[in-house]
């Protein structure tokens, strides 16, 4: 379904918003209370089946990444409502900015059918011969616009970014977006994976200080792949939601062009997505989940 679940009662935290996965709080402090749920999404529709511990990977996994970059977060504190534990934060109230922050290192996803139809991603042209899981000369920053719930964001090109944010902060975004990936990859590929691409989002302070937000470098925002298997060619095995996109699409008989709900997860891709986001936490972090 695309609506989402009604959000868990929290008291002294005021309801604002909830997305695919997130459920966004107000609380008396005026500060905000993030919340990563359990909620699996793929092709702009809310699965009917959880997915056990992801909130608690996301959530673990974010804060393990914030630490590691050397940029402005919106982090206040971790200490939380115990309704919520170990999948939430407290996180302080920005201006956020409508814009997708997306880069690639490698080809894959929509990058990768923008690129056979057109042999550009985002306006970008790229060199003749690349296939599924091609690394890239270089790192692009490929933006795409920030949709509605239900609705599926589009790449779009750097100019569009200008137009919408000016190109003062279009070309800080675009620095930011690159270097935060070209660290992460960096610190990725030391633990054995591959960061073919992320998402990041960004907000202003009232001083104008760009802040990084939401979810940062989760399996649910960003493709990782085993380095030791990486073949382009062929579909990477990932450490992320490919699982679940895999499964709908050539074996469920779903058809995702139909209009109707994606069926239930079976238990098998449920135990492998968990294992998944759990082995790619611990890979990078080399800390235990628990």
């Not at 959530?59 to 309704?83: C, R």
């Not at 990058?111 to 296939?131: F, H, K, M, Q, S």
Request: proline share 6%.
């Amino acid at each position: 379904m695309i609506t989402p679940p009604q959000a868990v009662e929290i008291p002294g935290a005021k309801h604002l918003h909830s997305g695919k996965v997130r459920d966004l709080y107000e609380l008396e402090s005026g500060n905000l209370l993030m919340v990563a749920s359990d909620r699996m999404s793929a092709f702009d529709w809310i699965l009917d089946t959880p997915i056990p511990d992801k909130g608690k990977v996301l959530t673990a996994m974010s804060l393990w990444w914030f630490e590691q970059l050397d940029v402005p977060n919106h982090i206040i504190s971790t200490d939380v409502p115990a309704e919520v534990a170990g999948r939430a934060v407290i996180c302080e109230k920005l201006e956020m900015l409508p814009v997708e922050c997306v880069a690639r290192g490698y080809l894959s996803g929509s990058g990768l059918l923008d690129y056979n139809a057109t042999g550009e991603v985002c306006g970008i042209p790229l060199r003749a011969g690349l296939v599924e899981g091609s690394r890239l000369d270089e790192p692009i920053f490929t933006p795409a616009t920030k949709a509605d719930l239900g609705e599926h964001d589009e790449n779009v090109s750097y100019d569009a970014v200008v137009a919408t944010v000016g190109a003062e902060l279009a070309g800080a975004l675009r620095k930011l977006t690159l270097d935060i990936y070209s660290q992460a990859h960096a610190t990725a590929e030391q633990h054995g994976i591959i960061l073919a691409d992320t998402k990041f989002e960004f907000g202003t302070r009232a001083d104008g200080t760009i802040v990084l937000a939401d979810e940062v470098l989760t399996p649910d925002s960003s493709r990782f792949w085993p380095a030791a298997e990486w073949a382009p060619g062929k579909q990477q095995p990932s450490y992320d939601k490919q699982i679940v996109r895999d499964w709908l699409q050539f074996d469920s008989g779903w058809d995702r062009h139909s209009g109707e709900a994606p069926p239930p997860l079976s238990a098998e891709v449920i135990e492998r997505t968990r294992s998944a986001y759990i082995d790619a936490y611990e890979r990078l972090t080399g800390q235990k989940f628990s």
